[in-house]
């Protein structure tokens, strides 16, 4: 499924070595020279995770100073402000050395190194679908890990209420059927609320595509978003959810924190993504948890995406360091551990990943996951793919109108319609 998207995008990197040279950044970093390799013993990596997430680049970058003798500062950049705040320290000549970005900008893309060595080294084991050449042969980018969104559920409170789920992609349930099974453990247990779901474009297109529609899809071309009758249905029917009793109204209009309502102990079910097993068997201990299939209704589908481009910016005499960290990281040694600890499915095939073996529902949750990536839909990484042919042409959806004008709809403020008016409208701005 990766693969029968990554031709098209191979294809579109022919743009990006134009838009490469013409930005021509002088950007600083941590170096004080451009132009020249260097012998830093300090370098800046930017990223944007949750602790859990994080805690294996900190061990990593302890292990490179102890084997390079070359420190690693590393900044967790909040996500909502991360694309933003690149953008500002290119503009102040001022990138970080190593980053895991969500994802490219043409105004930066002119200061990454060419990272072919690392991603061709049979070594490493990196595969092939998961990165893209430039028309002139380089590589600029290596995802650091995989993702995928999904479901997951207080399998305490299903036990309490005695209801049955699916543990096996391949015969899943519908979203009807999974609500139906949320409301009867709800009422059973006395719970607060049946589910809690991600306040994220990238989440609500999982929704959409569970639901047979197709969301909010960029043109052959490249130069308009449009959008389908069913996704306007399957919205509709997302906004009726969110009715302070199947769901909170106050994730997707005030920012409330889902995460932390699921891991109360008073929601049967919570929709984000991979990312959260590994936060989920650190901090969840007063009930059991569960990663369990996605509902399709009728389409089997998710929203999958890289977790973090890693890219290194060629800083002048930080130059070197950055590429020997990136080199470090993709070392399978280093990067089983990293990919352990973070809780990734690996970008490396043939890598044996020791995920924690004191949580089953985590070891459970990796498995789980990549059996829904298997069988996912192409449409599945529809979002994701269009994110990088804009950039790849120059272009970019610097802020994603979805999640603020799908609160609005659901807050009363304007109809549904009205909202997929403005989002089609608010994305066409950003690439006329």
Not at 267 to 278: D, E, I, L, M, P
Not at 328 to 351: H, I, M
Not at 352 to 365: I, R, W
Request: glycine share 8%; proline share 4%; net charge negative.
């Amino acid at each position: 499924m990766i693969e029968s998207t990554t031709s098209r995008r191979n294809v579109l990197l022919s743009s990006l070595a134009v838009a490469a040279g013409a930005s021509g950044l002088a950007a600083c970093g941590s170096g004080d020279s451009a132009g020249s390799g260097g012998d830093a013993k300090r370098i800046t990596f930017w990223l944007s995770a949750s602790e859990a997430q994080a805690a294996g680049y900190h061990d990593l970058a302890a292990a490179f100073e102890a084997a390079q003798g070359i420190t690693v500062e590393i900044v967790n950049v909040p996500y909502d402000g991360y694309q933003t705040k690149l953008r500002q320290s290119a503009q102040a000549n001022s990138l970080p050395d190593v980053a895991s970005a969500p994802s490219l900008d043409p105004i930066w893309t002119g200061k990454l190194q060419d990272l072919t060595p690392v991603a061709t080294n049979t070594a490493n084991g990196i595969d092939e679908k998961l990165y893209q050449e430039t028309s002139d042969g380089r590589i600029l980018t290596i995802p650091s890990d995989i993702t995928a969104a999904g479901l997951f559920i207080n399998a305490t409170l299903f036990q309490q209420a005695g209801v049955a789920h699916p543990t096996d992609p391949a015969s899943t349930w519908t979203w009807d059927e999974f609500l139906a099974a949320a409301a009867q453990v709800r009422t059973a247990v006395g719970a607060k609320y049946s589910l809690v779901y991600d306040a994220s474009p990238a989440r609500i297109r999982a929704f959409v595509y569970q639901h047979g529609a197709k969301g909010f899809q960029l043109n052959e071309d490249g130069t308009e978003y449009s959008v389908d009758d069913a996704t306007v249905e399957a919205l509709q029917e997302f906004v009726d959810l969110n009715d302070d009793v199947v769901m909170p109204k106050s994730v997707w209009t005030s920012g409330a924190d889902p995460n932390a309502l699921f891991k109360s102990g008073q929601v049967v079910a919570y929709f984000s993504g991979v990312w959260q097993v590994a936060d989920f068997a650190e901090s969840i201990s007063q009930f059991e948890w569960a990663a369990v299939p996605a509902p399709a209704q009728p389409t089997h589908a998710t929203d999958i995406n890289s977790g973090g481009k890693v890219v290194a910016f060629d800083n002048g005499d930080t130059k070197d360091a950055a590429m020997k960290f990136v080199e470090f990281l993709f070392d399978p040694a280093n990067y089983a551990k990293v990919a352990a600890t973070n809780g990734w499915l690996p970008v490396e095939t043939g890598l044996d990943v020791q995920y924690p073996a004191t949580n089953q529902a985590a070891l459970d949750g990796y498995a789980l996951y990549q059996r829904e990536i298997e069988l996912a839909d192409p449409i599945s990484t529809s979002g994701a793919d269009a994110g990088e042919e804009l950039t790849l042409a120059g272009k970019a959806i610097t802020t994603d109108p979805t999640k603020d004008e799908m609160g609005k709809a659901i807050n009363g403020q304007q109809t549904v319609q009205q909202a997929v008016d403005n989002i089609v409208k608010l994305l066409n701005e950003q690439i006329a």
